[in-house]
């Protein structure tokens, strides 16, 4: 197995400062680091900030 990105994401929604918790949620997942890198080493940033993104999205889906 190729080493890895392993990437947690914590959502917290509250208002009144804080004061009152609305939602919470978290999200992890990994990818090797073959899926963000080409043969030759160069990093698809856009791959990279899509998976980022859709996690991100997922943990804020789930405490909508």
């Known amino acids: 197995m190729p ?4 990437l947690s994401v914590t959502y917290v929604r509250s208002s009144n400062g ?3 918790l609305l939602g919470k949620a ?6 090797g680091y073959n899926a963000f890198f ?3 080493g160069v990093m698809d940033q856009d791959r990279f900030e ?4 859709e996690l991100v999205g ?7």
Do not use: F, H, I
């Not at 997922?58 to 909508?64: D, I, K, L, N, W």
């Open 3 to 6: 080493p890895q990105y392993s």
């Open 18 to 20: 804080g004061k009152s």
């Open 26 to 31: 978290l999200a992890n997942d990994a990818r």
């Open 38 to 40: 080409d043969g030759t």
């Open 50 to 53: 899509t998976w980022v993104g």
């Open 58 to 64: 997922r943990v804020m889906e789930s405490t909508a």
